[in-house]
């Protein structure tokens, strides 16, 4: 008397079932996981640019001045020629790049007040509306 052997495994169907079901959680779960990394990148923009508000003060107060707008936000760094009392390094790594890759832009004097720091944001280009909006002081 021969043992029939049984083939045990998933059928085409079942396979079909389930992946059926992770690309449905994957497009419920995928859009918004990509929105919060959005929301992320902004609060990280926003950071970054209150910490440069806070070393622009304390060079205001050493200069007696704001970093002019060619001087830039590397003046926090380096020391500018016309900067006799200066007394940095006022941050402690070199001037980072916004969340997408890109410089800061920096004028002194600034539309709303002493100095302006914006990033163009994900679009890099001036203006936009929701992520492409840009972020400033």
Avoid: C, H
């Avoid at 707008?69 to 380096?78: C, D, F, P, Q």
């Avoid at 600034?110 to 679009?123: L, Q, R």
């Amino acid at each position: 008397m021969k043992k029939i052997k049984s083939v045990s495994g998933f059928t085409l169907l079942e396979l079909l079932v389930v992946i059926v079901i992770i690309g449905l959680l994957a497009a419920y779960v995928g859009p918004k996981y990509f929105s919060q990394l959005g929301k992320s990148e902004v609060t990280v923009a926003k950071a970054q640019i209150g910490a440069f508000e806070k070393a622009l003060d304390t060079y205001r107060i050493d200069v007696g001045r704001f970093p002019t707008t060619e001087e830039g936000l590397s003046a926090l760094v380096t020391k500018p020629a016309e900067a006799a009392k200066w007394n940095g390094p006022y941050l402690k790594k070199e001037v980072p790049l916004d969340p997408w890759g890109r410089a800061y832009l920096y004028k002194a004097p600034g539309i709303k007040g002493d100095f302006e720091i914006v990033s163009t944001s994900k679009d890099g280009q001036p203006g936009g509306v929701g992520e492409d909006a840009d972020i400033s002081n």
